[in-house]
Structures are given as C-alpha cells and as structure tokens.
C-alpha cells in the first residue's frame, strides 16, 4: 500500500478521533448496561450494528467476504474483543467512567513491548517516553482516586466495587492483545470488512452465552424508549470508532499510535462528568495534562 507523508499524521489524527468516539460509546452502553443487564446490551448492540455495517459494507462495493487466513484472524480477534467487552462493560456498569479508564490504561503499555514480540517493530525512544508520561498520568489519578493526593477519593463500594475492578483489570489484558491483532488485522481488511465481521463474531459469542448468563434477547424488552436510542447511538458510534482506528492503524505503526490509548482518560472523565454526575479534580487534571503531552510527544515524531 502506498502512503503519502502526510500519512503518518493522518493515521494519528484519525486514531485520536477514534478515541473519543470510542469513550461517547462507552458512556451510551453504560447507562444501558445499568438498565437491562450487559449480555443483553452487548448482544442488541452487536445486531444492530451487524445491520448497519453490513449496509455500509454492501454500499461500498464489497461483496466478496473473508476467507483463510483473513477469515481466521477475524475469528480471532472477534473472540477476543467479545470477552474484552463483557469484561470491560460488567465492570464499567460498577465503577466511575474515569477509574475505568484509568485501569485499562495498563493495557498500551503491555501492547507497546507486545508489538516488538509479535509485530517485530523496533521500539523507539519517543514511543517509551510517550509511554511513561501516560503512565504516570495514570499515577496522579489513581492516587488522587484513593485520597493519597488531596483528590476526592471515590465512596467505599464494597465487594461490587472490587469486582468491577478485577473485572477491568482482566479486560485490559485482553484488550493489549487486541491491539496487535488490530495492526495485524488492519493490514488484510478494509475498515468496512472489519467492523462487519467483528459485530457478527462477537453478537454470535455472547448470543450463545445469554442463555447461561440468565439472559434472553426479549430481555432488551425492558428497556424504555431511549434506551433502544442509545443501544442505536452506541453501535454508530462502535462503527465510527473502529472504522477510524482500523484505517489508523493501516497507515502507522502500532507503538506510534498506542499510546494515544491514553486519551481515553479524558474522554472518560469528561462524559462521566457530564453524563453521571462524577466529579473530577485537580489531580484528573494534573494527570490528563501528562497524558496531552504524551501523545503531542507522538504526533511531534510522526510529523518530523
């Protein structure tokens, strides 16, 4: 594939939006995860953006769908991004947007070594440097969260509390190995093939496990008007994202855009504010200042 220079900053324009969509969507599939239950969300929002990808898939001339290789790592990856999703969405239900975030950020940085392993690609300074300021605006956080800085620290949740938490935790893990698959995946498949098949991958996974997770599709029944609204919004908003970091990441190395991943924070903080009434102190914003910096510490070395 041939990429103009200009590529580069592109694909990093383009994974920052991706961004910020991705955290609009967590906010829609949070508040409807609280109402009906996270098989169930998951499930309605994998079909009806099945339905939506599947039209962009066919408007854009596509009409021939993956096989061998390809058809395997969309398997893959479609297995591995549904156990991130109930994972990250069980616990998502349970804990502040800006915590949840916070604690997934441990997965860039297992992605950025994973790409030197998998990937081969060679880790450069500006990627570890961009790296550590994320991570410690992660830090500051995560302490003001517990009261260690002066920050106000969040309410005593008891054992739902910690279980959000080893819930993320584990989400994480898989979402690092998501990332590489992403790269991977992105060089094989157009951005319409990938949402298309992702969104039917994962509604056949967590189809086949409602039944276990005392979970049917009429479930969604139950929600209110707004709430099939905001499953709708929520599968827009998956489509954009991943369309976004899919076309990112054909064009940039996976250790150039990761840690942009910490971004994500302040998208978090800012919808959970916004939306669910939770608070952000100086330390939210002492921490997302690193976090800027780290990812201007990217796009200055993809530009020059």
Known sequence: MT???????????????????FGAMDSAMKAVTIDIGVIAALFWRCVIGSVLAGALFWWKGNRRLPRGAALRLHLLRGTVVAGMAVLFFWGLARTPMAETVAITFIAPIIALFLAAV???????RGAVLASVLGFGGVLVIAAGRLGWLGGEAVDAQGEAGWQGIAAIMASAVLYAWNLILQRQQAQIASPQEIVLVQNVIMGFWIGLAMPFAGAMPGDAAMAAPIGWGLL????????????????????????????????????????GWLIFNETIGWTTLAGAALIVTGCWQVARRQAG
């Not at 990429?3 to 969509?21: D, K, Q, Y």
């Open 3 to 21: 990429t103009s220079p200009r590529a580069p900053l592109l694909a990093f324009v383009a994974c920052a939006g991706g961004m910020m969509f």
């Open 232 to 271: 709708t919004l929520a599968a827009l908003l998956a489509i954009l994202s991943l369309s976004l970091l899919s076309w990112a990441y054909a064009r940039a190395e996976a250790q150039a855009l990761v840690p942009l991943e910490y971004s994500m924070f302040i998208w978090g903080a800012l919808f």
């Open 118 to 124: 998998l990937l081969k690609e060679r880790i450069g």
